[in-house]
């Protein structure tokens, strides 16, 4: 069984950065980690994902370019890289953890949760 715990939310002005992070304990061979959001009357959007194992990144378009998800298998962590950030990307991230699936992109793939960390993007 897998569990996960993020961090490094917080509070940040527009065209700032900011790295989340996930740390899983438990299995993770063979598993995918993706990060969703969900803002406040909004369903929850995937915004990236990545093998474990393999390395294989998966982004939303919405965010291509400027978010960028890693791992340190070391560590046994994923990694949220944010650039660029707007208001439009205050939410509540979570990172999940799931097998591979046909669609990593909806959260029925996934059937780990973290607790969610808070990112607010001020203008």
């Known amino acids: 069984q897998v569990q996960l715990v993020e961090s490094g939310g917080g509070l940040v002005q527009a065209g700032g950065s900011l790295r989340l992070s996930c740390t899983a304990s438990g299995r993770t061979f063979r598993s995918v980690l993706g990060w969703f959001r969900q803002a406040p009357g909004k369903e929850r959007e995937f915004v990236g994902a990545i093998g474990f194992s393999t390395g294989t990144t998966y982004s939303a378009a919405s965010v291509k370019g400027r978010f960028t998800v890693s791992r340190d298998n070391a560590k046994n962590t994923v990694y949220l890289q944010m650039n660029g950030l707007a208001p439009e990307d205050t939410a509540t991230y979570y990172c999940?953890?799931?097998?591979?699936?046909?669609?990593?992109?909806?959260?029925?793939?996934?059937?780990?949760w973290g607790q969610g960390t808070q990112v607010t993007v001020s203008s």
């Open positions: 999940a953890a799931g097998p591979v699936a046909q669609d990593m992109s909806v959260p029925a793939s996934y059937g780990t």
